[in-house]
């Protein structure tokens, strides 16, 4: 089944257009990433996705329920940015109960629980009393994640998660991103300039130029054709 679709999906901004008549389809419990050079429309595609922009053009449908035009609280996504920012004065489990401001945690579990839950899946047991700054930039993005998940969404976006950390931390951290998806079986819609790791954490890759996707493919038929 197709968790989200996007059909002639633009965005001008002026002159520029950013996004150019972007048609897609992403499968439920996909990973599906946007890979592509600085400047080619992942992140406006990500936040029209998630709500953030006033299209010029095109539809936007979760589940097969058109939500062009809903704001981002009415739409069932988690969303975590390239500048994460945690709140520094907020102790690890304040930052994730924060995700569970507007929203109950799914399950019928009180708050409290839900943040237990959602440390143990991050593999941060127990750190929940800890300050932000008291913790590695990749396990800060792992806390990033969790409140962007406390409220059980059905589809998570994430805009170059990595791109604060080192070359060694961002592996690590791939890795456990991955697990966390797959663990959860949540749509993620991934996006990075780096298509080494695009192809290392992905279902499928939407490669991007100038505002549009010039090829959707798994990792494995773009390896075998490049
Ligand atoms: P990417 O995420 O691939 O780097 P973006 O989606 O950020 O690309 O940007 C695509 C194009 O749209 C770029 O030319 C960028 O400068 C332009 N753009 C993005 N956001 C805005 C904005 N708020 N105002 C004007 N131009 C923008
Ligand atoms: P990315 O790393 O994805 O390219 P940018 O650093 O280009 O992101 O953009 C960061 C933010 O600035 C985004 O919210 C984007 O919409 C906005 N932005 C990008 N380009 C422009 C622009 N030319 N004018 C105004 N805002 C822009």
Known sequence: PIALELEGVSKRYGETTAVDDVSLAVREGEFFTLVGPSGCGKTTT????????????GTIRFGGTDVTGVPPEGRDV???FQ????????TVAENIAYGLKFADPPGGVSDDQRVTELLELIDLEGMGDREPDQLSGGQQQRVAIARALAPGPDV???DEPM???????????????????SELGITTIYVTHDQ??????????AVMNAGAPEQ??????IYRRP
């Open 46 to 57: 990500l936040r029209s996705i998630a709500g953030f922009e006033t299209l010029s053009g």
């Open 78 to 80: 988690g969303v975590v």
């Open 83 to 90: 500048n994460y920012a945690l709140f520094p004065h907020m």
């Open 156 to 158: 998570l976006l994430l």
């Open 163 to 181: 791109s604060a950390l080192d070359a060694r931390l961002r592996e690590r951290l791939r890795l456990q991103v991955k697990e966390i998806q």
């Open 196 to 205: 080494e790791e695009a192809l290392a954490i992905s279902d499928r890759v």
């Open 216 to 221: 959707v493919a798994t990792p494995r038929e």
